[in-house]
């Protein structure tokens, strides 16, 4: 079967030009479709430069490089590359990874089975978009951000909610979705209820998967970790208030070791929290080898969003056997099971949190519980080759059924 890909990250192509292996799941689960002889792959994506398409160990990448900059003539000249792609490759099936991404219109401009693998939501992330007590003016009139940043502002949050009802669109015009937890589920039924939906779960980043090391407790300080993007509605601001109220409450020696942000001015300024003096570490950018060290040194992860599918942030950390605290927002609950393998609570709640946060502190052998728990319900969820499986079977349900409403006849094996 010949499988077309359109990605939002450019999974192993880097490998071949720097060396670089992706790191990102959609490569995890790239390095595995390599490995069957029954798949013949293609991976589209955007490219900041003019690139050829080539073949690199069985698979053919299509760098798409589009200057256009005006939002409705780059789309159209987006499409018309895609097609042209399409019809180089000529696959039997195109899967495309978010529905919050414009390939997803391309469905309706060819005659092949698309399958789109939802990954979050932009109209349920708009709608989550700024922390309580925090809205656009906040950008506007801080000191904190530049000029620049002040004259995008709008702009920023015009294009979030044009994005998402594009994503509507997306919603509407493809048929066949998959998914791996209730909420994306709901959400393709609510636009779209003759879609067909199936449900697979996501591979994980090598470190993770394949690391030999679990989490066991250690005695002394507290150490908190948290993985969030830049985003408000990812929980930077919970972050911040709950260490606060650890803080100034308690006598908990601890540390909060937030990574993949390096700042949080803006938060700062707004609650009047600066993150160093309530215990909160800001890292960065980390490697997946540092994330792993930092993770099977802490006491508790904890997942502060507003809004989410699927987080891997907190796969990641089960997989370690971490134990997990997540808010109960989006599709998290399809991921914790509510004390047993994880804890679920409530958004924007930093009271019940920080409490917790405390009695887990205090009971560690809750928390070696936990991290049995996490660990064998994460390693079965992203076990690599029982998601390979399900996938293939998928693309052939796929290939059956949209044959069968087209009248094409029976599907050559």
């Not at 900059?69 to 792609?85: E, P, T, Y």
């Not at 995008?152 to 066949?176: C, G, H, P």
Request: with cysteine; net charge negative; proline share 3%.
């Amino acid at each position: 079967m010949r499988v077309l890909w359109f990605s939002p990250t450019k999974s192993l192509f880097e490998s071949r030009i720097s060396g670089h292996n992706g790191g990102g799941w959609i490569s995890s689960l790239e390095e595995q479709i390599r490995a069957q002889s029954s798949v013949e792959l293609g991976v589209v994506f955007e490219y900041d430069s003019s690139v050829d398409s080539s073949v690199v160990e069985g698979v053919t990448y299509y760098p798409l490089h589009i200057t256009q900059k005006n939002r409705k003539k780059r789309l159209a000249v987006a499409i018309d590359q895609s097609l042209k792609i399409i019809d180089d490759f000529q696959p039997d099936l195109i899967q495309f990874f978010g529905s919050e991404w414009w390939y997803g219109l391309l469905a309706g401009h060819t005659d092949i089975p698309c399958l789109v693998h939802m990954q979050g939501s932009l109209p349920s992330c708009y709608n989550a978009r700024y922390p309580a007590g925090f809205s656009v003016w906040n950008k506007l009139l801080s000191r904190h951000t530049s000029f620049r940043q002040k004259l995008m502002a709008f702009r920023v949050d015009s294009t979030f909610w044009k994005n998402a009802e594009q994503e509507v669109r997306i919603l509407k015009v493809n048929r066949y979705f998959m998914g791996r937890t209730h909420w994306d589920q709901s959400i393709v039924r609510f636009y779209n209820p003759e879609a067909t939906y199936f449900t697979c779960q996501e591979m994980l980043r090598s470190s993770f998967i394949k690391s030999e090391q679990s989490w066991t407790y250690q005695a002394g300080a507290l150490k908190v970790i948290s993985t969030i993007s830049g985003p408000l509605y990812k929980g930077m601001d919970l972050i911040l208030k709950t260490a606060r109220l650890l803080k100034e409450h308690t006598d908990l020696v601890f540390e909060w070791s937030v990574c993949g942000v390096h700042e949080a001015r803006l938060m700062e300024s707004l609650y009047g929290i600066e993150a160093n003096s309530v215990g909160v570490n800001l890292l960065g950018v980390v490697s997946q080898e540092e994330l792993v060290d930092r993770l099977l040194d802490s006491t508790i992860y904890v997942h502060p969003s507003y809004i989410d599918n699927s987080p891997n942030s907190i796969c990641e950390a089960q997989v370690l056997g971490v134990p997990v605290i997540t808010t109960d927002v989006g599709g998290t609950s399809s991921l914790v099971e509510d004390g047993h393998s994880g804890y679920l609570v409530p958004a924007n709640d930093p009271l019940k949190l920080a409490d917790l946060v405390m009695q887990l502190q205090a009971d560690s052998e809750k928390l070696s519980e936990l991290s049995v728990n996490c660990r064998a319900t994460a390693l079965q969820r992203h076990n690599p080759q029982e998601i390979i499986e399900t996938l293939l079977e998928i693309y052939q349900q796929v290939r059956r059924s949209f044959l069968e409403r087209s009248n094409f006849g029976g599907l050559d094996e």
